[in-house]
């Protein structure tokens, strides 16, 4: 069964993430700020990563350039969930080591894209997508109210 670890201060999200991650089949556990999530990716070893950027202690970015940093995490799929959704963002939340990118508020068809996309790749069961198409159709739905 495929570990996700969720790390999100806030509650709510986590919740959510949570219920939505356990309906498609997922085991998931979780974190409240970047060092408890840097500690509970050593003690449960998940198979994925869904990272908030802003967090208290250490936010995403630091969080996913440690783990870029450690030869043994540096292959972790890690996946943006976040509220930063300006112009712009996505490209260099991407450049900065993260694997995938969801704007707040989660679009559960989106997450579910997302994980399948970020799982096979990691899997190397199959060719892995283009991100920009990907995310751009993901957009395309959101946008005509269709990826709910």
Do not use: W
């Given at each position: 069964?495929?570990?996700?670890?969720?790390?999100?201060?806030?509650?709510?999200?986590?919740?959510?993430?949570?219920?939505?991650?356990?309906?498609?089949?997922?085991?998931?556990?979780?974190?409240?700020?970047?060092?408890?999530?840097?500690?509970?990716?050593?003690?449960?070893?998940?198979?994925?990563?869904?990272?908030?950027?802003?967090m208290?202690?250490?936010?995403?970015?630091?969080?996913?350039?440690?783990?870029?940093?450690?030869?043994r995490?540096a292959?972790?799929?890690?996946?943006?969930?976040?509220?930063?959704?300006?112009?712009?963002?996505?490209?260099?939340?991407?450049?900065?080591?993260?694997?995938?990118?969801?704007?707040?508020?989660?679009?559960?068809?989106?997450?579910?894209?997302?994980?399948?996309?970020?799982?096979?790749?990691?899997?190397?069961?199959?060719?892995?997508?283009?991100?920009?198409?990907?995310?751009?159709?993901?957009?395309?739905?959101?946008?005509?109210?269709?990826?709910?």
């Amino acid at each position: 069964m495929t570990k996700v670890l969720i790390a999100e201060d806030n509650a709510v999200n986590r919740e959510l993430l949570r219920e939505l991650l356990e309906a498609r089949g997922y085991t998931v556990v979780e974190a409240c700020d970047g060092e408890e999530a840097l500690h509970m990716i050593e003690q449960t070893q998940p198979d994925i990563l869904l990272l908030d950027i802003g967090m208290p202690v250490l936010d995403g970015f630091a969080v996913v350039r440690t783990l870029r940093e450690n030869p043994r995490l540096a292959t972790l799929p890690v996946l943006a969930v976040t509220a930063y959704a300006m112009q712009g963002d996505r490209g260099r939340i991407l450049n900065l080591g993260f694997d995938g990118y969801l704007s707040k508020p989660i679009n559960a068809v989106a997450l579910g894209e997302e994980m399948e996309r970020l799982l096979k790749k990691r899997d190397g069961r199959g060719a892995p997508s283009d991100q920009s198409h990907d995310s751009q159709a993901s957009g395309k739905r959101r946008a005509a109210g269709t990826g709910k």
